[in-house]
């Protein structure tokens, strides 16, 4: 996974009232949840923009609200790769992964980010961009393939997650499909439906005009 460095600066007003004025600057809200899980009640010092959340059976968490500038998070959001975020904000630095966008049904601008602070030992789910590789054995029989998923979710620490998860093709044949239980990619655990199609070499009207003319 590409890495990405952004620094954001603590939010401590709240509110709507406060969230459009930020967007009226070119800034966005942003929360980072993901902090390790603690027992109430808490006796350490909060930093600027954290706040406890308390999550249930005497638990509870720290999230942070940030903001960052429109411009800043413009090659994190544009563009179909996924990266590890390097967070720097009150002095510390912390890896995120971005795990939601909330963009403005009319306009289209980004309203919210949210990310989710990971480390090299807590397993995080996130999608994954797939790419096809190989010629299918269906497609050289007149076939047409398609990509019926273009991400896939996996299951794994953050540093073995890949940019891409990559797919050899060349064995799949005419009118047969490729499901998500037939996939496996080493350190990763792939947590769609195992029946959902991935890929599929669909007939043409050519591939069955010659299966039909195969067949007399």
């Not at 952004?6 to 930020?22: F, I, N, S």
């Not at 890896?95 to 289209?108: N, R, T, Y």
């Not at 019926?148 to 794994?156: C, E, I, N, P, T």
């Amino acid at each position: 996974m590409k890495s990405f460095k952004l620094t954001a600066e603590p939010r401590t007003d709240l509110g709507k009232k406060a969230a459009q004025a930020l967007r009226s600057e070119g800034k966005i809200p942003v929360v980072l949840n993901g902090g390790e899980v603690f027992t109430l009640p808490y006796t350490g010092t909060l930093q600027a923009g954290e706040k406890i959340v308390e999550i249930g059976d005497g638990k509870a968490m720290i999230t942070t609200d940030l903001t960052v500038t429109n411009e800043s998070v413009r090659k994190l959001i544009y563009t179909p790769d996924i990266f590890a975020v390097e967070l720097e904000y009150n002095g510390q630095k912390k890896m995120a992964v971005l795990k939601e966008i909330q963009f403005h049904p009319v306009k289209d601008t980004i309203l919210h980010l949210d990310f989710l602070e990971v480390n090299d030992k807590k397993p995080v789910v996130m999608e994954v961009p797939v790419a096809l590789e190989g010629h299918a054995e269906g497609v050289k029989a007149g076939g047409k393939l398609s990509l019926s998923m273009k991400k896939l979710k996996v299951k794994a620490v953050y540093t073995e997650i890949p940019e891409r998860l990559v797919i050899n093709v060349d064995n799949l044949g005419l009118g047969k499909t490729m499901q998500v239980g037939e996939l496996s990619f080493e350190g990763l655990e792939l947590v769609n439906a195992k029946n959902a199609v991935v890929c599929a070499v669909q007939l043409t009207r050519a591939a069955r005009g010659a299966q039909a003319n195969a067949g007399k």
